[in-house]
């Protein structure tokens, strides 16, 4: 514990600032040396001998002579103090909290999942490590992405870890690595992927075991028609988990049949769910059998399959049965016979809509699409794999539920035959793994850590056990606690001191208004050509000056802009010279303070009207004129700033 202090202080004093005590000496030493050169006096000399002819110019050193001397207040300490030294305590603040961030590391890593489960640190500590534990190539942010959405699920017992027997981390390993093949593999999203999940569990197995099923389905697709294996598992899947559970459930009994059903549907332009409403539909057998005959007596053709039965007959027997196959068989029948008194017979097909509860328009479609696939010889290369789907529905019925280790394997076997994913992106995933086993490596470690009971045994020997998670978690609060944060609360009572607080205010107080001064001194500086190096010299020292003094704290709000395009008067809140008001402003505008505005407004208002401005009672109109201007629009600024007091010419007032 001693050396993560000593660690802490050494890191803390390389931080900018932390000298800022010696630093403060000095710009006082400066500072009175600066008042003891007779800057301001040489000056001001200077300006006494341009008195008589330039009066304004006069004036206005005068001016900024009296602000600089200006007597400061314990009040104006106090005030302009504290966010002074509320800005020096934060560097040290955000230095600490930088080691104290250092030292939770490990633990920091965990924090969306914490967040997320509303989970204590060691609790947290002990769920990511069981995640971090599961074999599946993904970082830690996929890892915890997906955790959260079972969380979903499973009424967040998945983070249960009392009776955590092998069985439960097997079952928390197979939610796992579905969820990252379904999402990250096949780009399911996390609603479809969870939704999946469910469906497989309403069969009595898991996600990994049907997509086991898919996988072996979609191979033998994609031998018959020549598709891309992924693209197959990917619309089986996504169509699987958009279907209502009591869809799912009813086709779904039969292992094989309902991703093979899918297929099929996708081939007539529909889905196992609009095929599943045609057979609710059929089932209401009075309704249905009276639509049926009106049907045959506008078309001419009664409803029949390839084998002479009641077409109509056999889908109701298929829903009955959960045959998802059979309706897309049945409804591909329909179509081949029927297609084109749909498109050339308009009573009729209004009747076959009201049969069969399908929009006229989308019977049509399902019409045109199956011509295209036969167009394309699709429609004969699914026929063909029938046969193999036929084999493969039995040996599936035959194996029963698949062992672990198989499910894994077809899973693994699918990491790069079923992805969606681009090298890149994979490559991404391999090294976020990598993290995420270092960061693994580091808890292993932590729990292997031998501490002691303060018992001894019989030898006298102090008994020692393992370390859990909360006494990691406490060792790392108590060493931010003696370390950064002893160490900044060693500087804040410092910083809270009065003295301290008084004097960084007149610091501060004294640092703005040199800056201040150093506009007009400039503009001044121009303005008399004599004085422009030694007030060039002059406010490069001040400036020198200034720079080491820190910024107050900014206290931040949440105020609406003003939007003001076409100018005009501003009210809101705060007072003159504020800044309470945040504005938009546009390339070539100008800013009025609010003194200038006062006495000016109707000047202002025309201006801004678009209206000429006149000189007829007088006035000169030079260079001169516009400096003297701009000096005195300074000076004014000062004022109603209240930073200068309204104080006497009669002699120099030094700082």
């Known amino acids: 514990m001693r050396s993560v202090k000593h660690v802490s202080v050494k890191e803390l004093k390389k931080q900018p600032r932390l000298g800022m005590a010696g630093k403060l000496e000095n710009t006082l030493e400066e500072l009175k040396k600066l008042s003891n050169s007779g800057a301001f006096q040489k000056i001001s000399n200077e300006v006494d001998k341009f008195k008589n002819s330039l009066p304004p110019l006069g004036a206005t050193i005068t001016s900024i002579t009296d602000l600089l001397g200006n007597k400061i207040t314990a009040f104006d300490q106090l005030s302009a103090g ?15 909290q930088s080691n104290a961030e250092n030292l939770d590391y490990l633990i920091g890593t965990q924090k969306d999942l914490q967040q997320e489960f509303k989970l204590s640190s060691a609790g947290a500590f002990d769920f990511s490590k069981r995640l971090r534990e599961i074999n599946v ?17 499973t009424g967040g017992f998945i983070t249960a870890t009392n009776g955590a027997t092998e069985g439960n981390k097997t079952l928390i390993n197979s939610l796992i690595k579905s969820q990252a093949f379904l999402q990250n593999n096949l780009g399911l999203s996390e609603e479809g992927a969870q939704k999946f999940e469910l469906f497989s569990r309403s069969m009595g197995k898991n996600a990994a075991a049907s997509i086991a099923n898919i996988t072996t389905v979609a191979e033998t697709f994609s031998k018959a028609t020549g598709q891309d294996q992924t693209q197959l598992m990917a619309q089986m899947v996504q169509d699987i ?27 007539l332009g529909t889905t196992m769910a609009e095929l599943s409403a045609v057979g609710d539909k059929l089932l209401n057998i009075e309704s249905s059998i009276g639509t049926e005959m009106e049907y045959q007596q506008l078309s001419g053709h009664r409803l029949l399959t390839d084998s002479g039965k009641s077409l109509t007959n056999e889908f109701r027997m298929a829903q009955l049965k959960g ?23 308009y009573m009729a097909r209004q009747k076959a809509s009201e049969l069969f509860g399908v929009d006229g328009a989308k019977l049509l479609e399902m019409n045109a699409q199956f011509k295209l696939q036969k167009e394309l010889g699709v429609e004969s290369l699914v026929a063909q794999a029938e046969g193999d789907l036929k084999t493969l529905e039995a040996k599936l019925r035959a194996d029963g539920k ?27 995933d391999s090294l976020a793994n990598m993290e995420k086993g270092i960061i693994l490596k580091g808890q292993t470690a932590a729990l292997e850590e031998k501490i002691g009971t303060n018992v001894l045994d019989d030898d006298g020997n102090e008994i020692t056990r393992l370390a859990t ?89 949440t105020v609406k802009p003003v939007n003001s395009a076409t100018g005009g008067y501003i009210s809101g809140a705060g007072t003159g010279t504020s800044d309470s008001i945040p504005a938009r402003l546009s390339d070539g505008e100008y800013v009025i303070n609010a003194a200038a505005t006062k006495r000016n407004k109707n000047l202002l208002d025309k201006i801004n009207g678009g209206g000429s401005v006149g000189y007829a009672a007088g006035g000169a109109v030079t260079s001169m004129a516009q400096t003297n201007s701009l000096l005195a629009t300074m000076i004014t600024l000062m004022r109603g700033s209240n930073v200068m007091g309204d104080t006497s010419m009669n002699g120099r007032k030094r700082i």
């Open 402 to 428: 698949l062992t672990t280790d198989q499910i894994d394997s077809v899973i693994a076997g699918q990491k790069e035959a079923a992805d969606i994913r681009t090298p890149a992106e994979r490559s991404a």
């Open 241 to 267: 988990s958009s279907m209502g559970a009591d869809v799912a459930t009813q086709f779904g009994r039969v292992p094989g049949q309902l991703e093979a059903a899918t297929m099929k549907a996708r081939l």
């Open 137 to 153: 190539e993904i970082g830690d942010a996929k890892l915890f992405k997906y955790a959260a959405g079972l969380g979903k699920i």
């Open 469 to 557: 998670s909360k006494d990691f978690v406490n060792s790392i609060d108590t060493a931010i606690k003696a370390g950064p944060l002893a160490f900044a609360e060693t500087f804040k009572n410092t910083f809270e001191s009065t003295e301290f607080i008084k004097g960084v205010g007149g610091l501060g107080i004294l640092s703005d208004r040199l800056n201040l001064a150093v506009t007009p001194l400039n503009s001044l500086g121009k303005s008399i050509p004599v004085l422009g190096s030694k007030i060039t010299e002059f406010t490069k020292s001040i400036t020198d000056l200034t720079d080491i003094v820190i910024d107050p704290k900014k206290i931040t709000t």
């Open 323 to 345: 045959d998802g196959v059979k309706q897309a068989e049945l409804m591909q029948q329909f179509l081949e016979k029927e297609g084109d008194t749909l498109e050339t017979n």
């Open 82 to 96: 504290v966010g002074r030294a509320t800005a020096y305590f934060d560097e040290f603040a955000t230095a600490a």
